[in-house]
């Protein structure tokens, strides 16, 4: 019931606010999106979920369709519901309204929003389900993956400054989002003695100020974000004590267990930074970087992390080809307490062995870099066919792969090749 109750309040209410403003002919414009997407790898085990060497579609492929109303000059509404795997189980796909807000505009350099709305995180964040408004075959998940939660149910403000050279916006937001962080366990899950992921709930706040400079030929974004994360009815790990193993292990002499620490956090601090540029160089170049820096304080020490990429394309007739360079790294901390807790798998009991790697699959670490090669096709200005090859090359440990039963995810270089046509209508 609650959760009906929220689907109301996000979807429909914005609808009903903006119909109680003064009545007129309401204006409708319908739109959808797609792409259909397919990736592969050279690499038995999972890449970002679903991609290994069998092949698969669900890594890319989406479905949406979009509604906009126009009530007035002034005042609008939008919806949008999207179909794509599920955000909480790896085998299932879920329809999901992705937006779904009142907007006011009580003149033309103020918007004022209300309702279910994506964060203005970075340049391709509030768009990055529709395919056919960017080249890549996929977004650099080192960078696009940092945000803990991309929507929220809030306000958000902005004001526009024109200028002759560049046209300045800062959007204030505030608001507040349910979501799942996905864990995986090469041996065990939490709570399953067996290998596989698992969904966290995670009841996250946020609040955020962006400043953009926009032009006809150059776009630059910073932004701060401060959010709050908590469990819904429970506390939230805080970190990790060294003693007898657990369950069961007192009495067993040294070399003990590290194991999660019996006190816990109500909420979680959770801040990041983030920068981004577009820039258009001669003969239709065009060198684009975008960074994110999070922190969290947390038992899963490796979300404590910094990602960013580089990217240089050319437009060439209805062809853009692009490179780009990707790094995501966890803190010294996580990668650290990671090579201690798996070095310590090795000594303790044989019994407690699992159970000391998946202490160190909590710390949810990444370490890995990734260079990609690949090219848009544009079909019309609505449609686009992408290729791409990329390679993955991981460090100590990574996160975006889920490591086999006695094996590792670092150490591991994985070339991934994908296909993709994606469009608007």
């Not at 179909?83 to 937006?99: M, N, Y």
Request: hydrophobic share 40%; charged share 20%; aromatic share 14%.
């Amino acid at each position: 019931m609650n959760k009906l109750r929220g689907i109301f309040s996000a979807g429909v209410m914005p609808f009903l606010v903006a119909a109680a403003s003064p009545a007129q002919a309401v204006d409708l414009a319908w739109s959808g999106f797609g792409t259909f997407g397919y990736a592969q790898s050279d690499a038995p085990a999972n890449y970002q979920r679903f991609i290994d060497e069998k092949g698969t579609f669900k890594r890319d492929s989406i479905l949406g369709a979009q509604v906009d109303a126009r009530f007035s000059q002034q005042w609008g509404a939008t919806a949008q519901v999207k179909l794509a795997p599920s955000d909480h189980s790896d085998t299932q796909w879920q329809a999901s309204l992705a937006w779904a807000f009142v907007s006011w505009r009580p003149s033309d350099d103020w918007l004022i929003r209300a309702g279910k709305l994506r964060l203005p995180f970075m340049l391709n964040t509030e768009n990055a389900d529709v395919g056919a408004t960017y080249d890549f075959v996929r977004l650099p998940q080192e960078v696009y993956s940092i945000a803990p939660t991309t929507d929220v149910v809030g306000l958000s403000v902005s004001k526009t400054w024109f200028g002759e050279t560049f046209d300045w916006t800062a959007e204030a937001y505030s608001g507040k989002a349910s979501t799942y962080w996905r864990y995986y366990g090469r041996e065990r899950q939490y709570d399953v003695n067996k290998p596989g992921s698992w969904f966290l709930p995670i009841d996250m706040k946020s609040s955020g100020l962006v400043l953009t400079a926009r032009s006809l030929e150059h776009t630059f974004r910073v932004g701060y974000h401060e959010g709050e994360a908590s469990r819904p009815g429970e506390k939230t790990g805080a970190g990790f004590t060294y003693g007898p193993c657990l369950p069961g292990g007192g009495g067993l002499p040294p070399p003990y267990c590290y194991n999660l620490a019996p006190s816990g956090m109500d909420k979680i601090r959770v801040p990041i930074v983030t920068l981004a540029a577009s820039v258009s160089l001669p003969e239709n170049f065009r060198l684009t970087g975008e960074f994110g820096k999070m922190r969290i304080d947390s038992a899963s020490r490796g979300l404590n992390r910094w990602g960013g990429y580089l990217a240089l394309s050319k437009r060439i007739g209805a062809w853009t080809p692009y490179v780009y360079y990707a790094k995501v790294k966890s803190s010294d901390e996580a990668r650290s307490l990671y090579r201690q807790f798996n070095d310590n798998a090795n000594v303790v009991n044989p019994a407690y062995r699992t159970y000391q790697r998946l202490m160190a699959d909590l710390l949810a670490a990444y370490d890995q870099s990734t260079v990609a090669l690949g090219t848009s096709y544009w079909v019309s200005s609505k449609s686009v066919i992408k290729a791409e090859w990329s390679r993955v090359d991981t460090g100590l440990v990574s996160s975006f792969v889920d490591a086999p039963v006695g094996g590792e995810s670092g150490n591991r270089r994985i070339d991934i090749f994908s296909l993709s046509y994606s469009f608007t209508f």
